[in-house]
């Protein structure tokens, strides 16, 4: 059994939703808002949002999809994480797996936890819950079968992993409109393969995890004033982004 908790200056138990044995917090936001997942991990998993009073507002799934998991929460209460259905199978993306213990994150963390149960494959969507409509905004994949946001801010870009049509880890970002698969704005040459976006903060900056030249490496995006003239960068490649106006660099 696990139960989230929540600690300022004490530690406090948020207990579980009716029906279920096991809840996560993963994120908070200033206002005091927790997100996560209860239910009984290897049967059901559900989408929760949970504050610290212990009471609990379901957020349901995506549309045609069974199972969710809360990873982050801004602070006007919008939510981002993974919907999908977990099906049963008698094959495991391994690598998958190898990837949740290097990667970090809420996205390698949800690879992790499902991957993680005997017979189990993960599919689905990365997902914004917007709090003022109550309405979950599938926001698809990168061509694959698996989408999980890792981290919004506070205008709503939202950050995470997914599957391209060929079956590698792709970092993305959702920019409001579409998810960008972040190594389209890498120029040639780069030696870069951005895995997964583990967070984003509120000036734009994403952290995550790559390869590098076939090595893991961290690393950081961070949006910079478009050039006057030709930036060459080594490690630091100049990555273009048409949402901001602004170009990132790692």
Do not use: C
């Amino acid at each position: 059994m696990f139960e989230a908790f929540s600690y300022d200056t004490s530690l406090h138990l948020l207990g579980f939703p009716t029906g279920t044995s096991d809840s996560y917090a993963f994120a908070v936001n200033k206002n005091g808002t927790a997100v996560g997942l209860a239910g009984t991990v290897g049967t059901t998993i559900s989408s929760v949002a949970l504050d610290y009073d212990g009471s609990f507002q379901s957020l349901g799934t995506v549309p045609g999809t069974s199972d969710a998991i809360a990873t982050s929460v801004n602070t006007a209460g919008n939510v981002a994480g993974w919907s999908g259905n977990i099906s049963s199978s008698s094959a495991k993306p391994t690598s998958a797996q190898q990837l949740a213990f290097m990667g970090d994150g809420a996205a390698g963390l949800i690879l992790q936890m499902v991957t993680g149960l005997a017979g189990q494959q993960l599919t689905g969507d990365a997902y914004m819950f917007n709090a003022s409509t109550g309405k979950m905004i599938d926001l698809g994949t990168l061509g694959g079968t698996f989408g999980a946001a890792s981290s919004i801010n506070d205008s709503n870009q939202i950050v995470g992993m997914s599957t391209t049509a060929s079956g590698a880890y792709h970092a993305f970002l959702y920019d409001g409109t579409s998810m960008i698969d972040l190594n389209s704005l890498l120029p040639a040459g780069s030696g870069w393969t951005l895995v997964n976006a583990t967070g984003i903060n509120n000036n734009g900056d994403i952290v995550g995890l790559g390869l590098y030249n076939g090595t893991y490496e961290g690393f950081v995006l961070t949006p910079a004033p478009e050039p006057t003239g030709l930036a060459l960068l080594s490690l630091s490649a100049v990555i273009g982004l048409s949402l901001t106006r602004r170009r990132w660099h790692v």
